[in-house]
């Protein structure tokens, strides 16, 4: 730790004020405070955000000797109040597994070679000019993660769309929250949550659709739980395709058939019209009714193209199309009990029960996805439940800078920092911001992920930069994308911290500083911006992500626009990004705010936070004098979209007759990566599984542990069975958790996607089973 | 160029809000106390004039209650005798 006179001055005068107060108040804490780090096997604890989920929780990172040794809940975080989960208490454990990739290594002869970072870079970038000369701007591509700190991110952006003109940015945030933008987009013209956590402890009843969140969000489960523990009137409905911890936990348990959650939605639209439940003064204030295209495909084929249509209808023509899904009709389908969809309606229409309802990948991973969005959100407008303490419609997130980096700072093909590539104006501001000629940003967005894979396998992009995610073991239909990444005139260059079926897949791979080893910044589920500082040292020649791509962008002459020092340079990219979002519908903390705060939400104005978007009592940036303003929207108000039911792209049939659902487990986070390396969590759950309903499995006839063969269409895996585990899936379902890169499941799941978002289900395909 | 610290205890339900009033202050650092109400407050003011309208700032807040000086260093300070 490197100190001045004045620096240490102000240690002794805060630890001599601490040290005072300890004296006053006898076993108070500082926990926030820095402390120096010496020898003396002292521990400094330093704020950060946890690195995994997209929850946001605080956390105190204790350092003893340059070593993070400790986690602990930071209290002053609001998001978790002290409280962590399993894979935040050992998270540190994460800096020091045996395999840390510490040194650059290049492929020479077909064999990984290490050498200096510094070499590695020079090839980095004269690969990628050699590429652009000879192939075009849109044959390089980066492709990075919701793991991205913001500045890693708006540095990716800034140097491929800015500098070198293609709009070849992609991150893995598309394959968990595209249809979540979308969603937000369509339905309120404008991105993110309009609630906060805090709806937690104001709601009556919570219910998640498709939405382990005992396992995935654990820490807001267990505020959840505790909110219904205290107070008498708290109900918790899980709504989901298979038994989970969260349905155990929950007071009723309602399961549906695979992508019948649509018709469940409108149904319930349909119970609260019936029986005028709606809010009429909210309704005819503030909302407005439209209708879309429909048979909309599902993106299986290479370059399919959708665009949708939004069209005007009235009240009637939607309560004319509500008609097809009474609960009868949709008990038929959906195999959900005509009176557990009323009930629903029931505690969604009743004037005196505030509700809030969570989901994430079951409602994102949807061939429909951004339909089943735009559905939940038609409810809570019916029924004026929406932008008020406890009344929220609340679409979580799963990685730590899902919203940050990837929605935020706009690293997809057609966005930008502010706006979207397709917009002159906002084109114009990223160029003038960026110190670019406006020409350089090209108009046309080029590939979603899916389609950015599909061009690497037909040769369409031939270098590729994949920072902080996985995508051999992540990608829909894995096999071709490997195949195509692995093909002889491809070069892909990965950035990351351990080797995974990515790395082994690389020309070249530069080993990355990893969390709290770099300064940086997140943004969680509910617009929180969290800020850390470099805590510990990396190893090696470990670089930061975001100055791999400055030195990148220097060696291809962009000094200008990439001049910031070592030292400081977080703190000069933040202040420049932050100038995309000035206004009062999303102005952003100043880093000197940020550094200083467990977390700032934005809107950020005039020193407050804003809590509750489009309500006129919290939120500066409503103009039109209403209680409610939803300004995204040219016409200010909130869209309810006629969506139909329609089926998924594959189904269960005669030859393939089960259900394939994959997903995740508490112990591990994404594909493990990190979480396999964490002693702890690695032995609790060391290898992955398939569970079978029991039934299925005396059908199959294997016990616990013997291995069923899975396959698709598009491959097979072999894998031990799970009965009456954790999870338990109703008949004709299996459910594969995809952290283990030894099963790498995704060989059998197919690349369908929502045509809107362009967001893969990985939730529904068929398979058959065999006893292996 | 001084630098105080100082025992900063919350007006009575306040320490949310005196947090966030120090925190909107120039020349303030925060630590705030896990457990306890009672804050620490470090400033670290560049002249004697600025040190003067903080310490009006700091008299005006109706979230605190009280401040005791725990340290104190000034550049300016002549150290000894003439």
Known sequence: MKLNRRKFLKYAAASSAIATAGALFPGASFGSWQNLSNNSGLISWQKAPCRFCGTGCGVLVGVSDGRAVAVKGDPNCSVNKGLCCMKGYHSVQMLYGKDRITTAKVRKNGEMVEVPIQEALDLVAEKLKETKDKHGKDSVAIYGSGQWTIPDGYVASKLFKGCLGTNNVEANARLCMASAVTGFMTSFGIDEPMGCYEDMDNANVFITWGNNMAEMHPVLFSRMLANRKRRTNVTIIDFATRSTRTSQAADKSILFRPQTDLAVANAICYEIIKNDWVDWNFVNEHVSFHKGKTNIGYGTEDHFAFKDKAESINFAEYKTFLEDYTPEKVEKLSGVPAKDIKYMAALYGDPDLKVTSFWCMGMNQHTRGTWINNLVYNIHLLVGKISTPGNSPFSLTGQPSACGTVREVGTLTHKLPHGVVMKEDHRKMAAEIWDVPVENIDPKPTYHTVEMFRALDRGDIKFIWIQVTNPMVTMPNLTRYRNGALKDDRFVVVSDVYPTPTTDVADVILPAALWVEQEGMFGNSERRTQHFAQIVDPPGEAMSDTWQIIEVARRLGFEKQFPWSEDDYIGGIWEEYRKFHAGPKHEMASYKILKERSGVQWPFVNGKETRWRFNAKYDPACTNGKDFDFYGKKDHKAWIWARPYEPAAESPDSEYNFWLNTGRVIEHWHTGSLTRRIPVLHNAVPSSYVELHPEDAADLGVVNGEMVKIISRRGEMTMPAQIKGRGVPPRGMVFVPFFDESYLINEVTLDAFCPISKQPDYKKCAVRLEKA | ?82
Do not use: W
């Not at chain 2, 605190?64 to 002549?78: H, I, M, P, V």
């Open chain 2, 1 to 82: 160029m001084p630098i105080f610290s100082y025992i900063a205890i919350p007006a009575s339900g306040a320490k949310k809000a005196l947090c966030m009033d120090l925190n909107s202050l120039a020349h303030c650092e925060v630590i705030v106390s896990d457990n306890k109400d009672v804050v620490v407050l470090v400033t670290d003011t560049p002249d004697n004039d600025t040190e003067d309208k903080l310490q009006k700032s700091l008299n005006n807040l109706q979230s605190l209650q009280s401040l005791s000086l725990a340290f104190g260093y000034d550049d300016n300070e002549k150290q000894g005798r003439d």
